[in-house]
């Protein structure tokens, strides 16, 4: 079993469905492997988009090692074109949580794509690029390039000059995978089961007991956020 955290949770979600198999990659009676795949894969991502919404905005800053996405953070040190563009297409991010010029000791300001074109405006004090004030940007759609402004040679002279901290999109999972890919520590297997459920529920034509599951993990973290708050007051 190469990837036992995934294949332990196929195998445990045969179980809930009723369905029950040895192998992770073994067919049920009534769901398939690559249909309990498919489900937590879904459920994964449901998850994900979960709590990303519920967190928007608690990234930011010095404040983004949350523990519920610690296994999404990543940093890699990467180098620009000959246009300081840099390209990212490999890694999958979601969102630029910091961005920093290893040589120049420079850390820039991340903004939105939809902001980029005020970057360049010298009356947009907030927005407006300047070597003293660096931005950076996720390109859209793609997510495949981070534009630093203003384009400047100096931003360009070194190689393996940038230190990127990303949060990351999960994986695509797959059974008897060569690498345990499962990005979710363990403290939230029972959320991706039970989202997994609501999936197969709603296959199965009960969208009720799909609302039920949903909205059962939903109220579980939303109230961590609530208290989360509080305690920062």
């Given at each position: 079993?190469?990837?036992p955290?995934?294949?332990?949770?196929?195998?445990?979600?045969?179980?809930?469905?009723?369905?029950?198999?040895?192998?992770a990659?073994t067919?049920?009676?009534?769901y398939?492997?690559?249909?309990?795949t498919e489900?937590?894969?879904?459920?994964s991502?449901m998850f994900w988009n979960?709590?990303?919404?519920?967190n928007k905005?608690?990234f930011?800053k010095d404040?983004f090692?949350?523990?519920?996405?610690?296994?999404?953070?990543?940093e890699v040190t990467l180098s620009?074109?000959?246009?300081?563009?840099i390209t990212?297409?490999?890694?999958?991010i979601?969102?630029i949580l910091?961005?920093?010029?290893i040589?120049?000791g420079?850390?820039?300001?991340?903004?939105?794509?939809?902001?980029a074109?005020?970057a360049?405006m010298?009356?947009?004090?907030m927005?407006y690029?300047?070597?003293q004030s660096?931005k950076?940007?996720?390109?859209?759609?793609?997510?495949?390039?981070i534009y630093?402004l203003p384009?400047?040679?100096?931003?360009k002279?070194?190689t393996?000059?940038y230190k990127?901290?990303?949060?990351k999109?999960?994986?695509?999972?797959?059974?008897n995978s060569?690498t345990?890919?499962?990005?979710?520590n363990?403290?939230?297997?029972?959320?991706?089961?039970?989202?997994a459920?609501?999936?197969?529920?709603?296959?199965?034509g009960?969208?009720?007991?799909f609302d039920?599951?949903y909205?059962?993990?939903?109220?579980e973290?939303?109230l961590?956020?609530?208290?989360?708050?509080e305690?920062?007051k």
């Open positions: 079993m190469p990837s955290i995934f294949d332990g949770l196929n195998i445990r979600l045969s179980v809930l469905l009723n369905d029950p198999v040895g192998a990659g067919d049920g009676v009534t398939s492997s690559a249909l309990r489900y937590l894969n879904i459920a991502k979960m709590l990303y919404n519920t905005g608690h930011r404040n090692k949350i523990d519920r996405f610690a296994d999404f953070i990543n620009s074109g000959a246009s300081s563009d990212v297409s490999s890694y999958k979601a969102e910091q961005l920093c010029h040589d120049l420079i850390k820039f300001n991340v903004i939105n794509a939809s902001e074109l005020l360049g010298s009356a947009e004090k927005y690029a300047t070597e660096p950076c940007y996720l390109a859209y759609p793609g997510r495949a390039t630093v384009n400047v040679a100096a931003y002279s070194q393996n000059k990127l901290t990303y949060l999109y999960p994986e695509t999972y797959t059974v060569a345990e890919l499962l990005e979710w363990a403290s939230f297997h029972t959320s991706l089961l039970k989202l459920m609501a999936q197969a529920l709603q296959d199965d009960n969208q009720q007991a039920n599951y909205q059962s993990v939903l109220n973290y939303v961590d956020i609530q208290e989360m708050k305690v920062k």
